[in-house]
């Protein structure tokens, strides 16, 4: 009998190499929200007028492990900035901005929103940037760790305060077996 199926093993060692499995999928909308972001007071600001304060977190291979272990295209469409603890509004932020780099490469610093506050903006405690075109993050996206940095300007309150950051991606998985 081993010898009658001996003729059949070159065939289907063939058919199992040519059956690969392929998973790919768009991916209209994932929102990425780093809660807590805390951002420094400035003591006596309300003497010293507008000042800029700059926080950053890191987003690592653990929290970001459905864009770094596939071949993915992912691209940044908007940006949401919610005041949290400390503070009911951001009316005082005249100016943001918010960047990534890979502090692994010495590529430069990548923005992927900016804002500045119009004059007759009505109040809110939510800061939100959509961009003209998507960009295109994939590469810093998997990264081992993707910085991201947010600086925000005006007359900010001498007392710590938070936010969240809130990144609407969208993008193409591809995953091959």
């Known amino acids: 009998m081993t ?29 990425v929200t780093q809660r807590g972001v805390k951002m420094q007071g400035v003591p006596k600001a309300n003497l010293i007028g507008d000042v800029s304060v700059t926080s950053s977190f890191t987003f690592s291979s653990s929290n970001t492990a459905w864009a770094k272990r596939m071949n993915s295209e992912v691209f940044l469409h908007h940006v949401t900035v919610t005041a949290t603890s400390g503070l009911s509004n951001l009316d005082f932020i005249k100016s943001a901005r918010l960047t990534m780099t890979d502090p692994a490469t010495s590529e430069s610093t990548t923005e992927i929103a900016g804002y500045d506050r119009c004059e007759d903006a009505q109040p809110s405690s939510i800061i939100e940037v ?32 938070t936010v969240d950051v809130t990144l609407k991606l969208a993008g193409r998985i591809t995953y091959k077996f």
């Not at 199926?5 to 058919?15: G, H, S, V």
């Open 3 to 31: 010898l009658r199926l001996f003729p059949l093993i070159p065939a289907l060692a063939t058919l199992a190499g040519a059956c690969t499995l392929s998973i790919e999928a768009d991916v209209p909308e994932v929102e």
């Open 130 to 161: 959509s961009t003209p075109e998507p960009i295109d993050i994939t590469q810093l996206w998997s990264a081992d760790e993707t910085v991201i940095e947010l600086q925000m300007a005006g007359r900010v309150p001498e007392q710590n305060w």
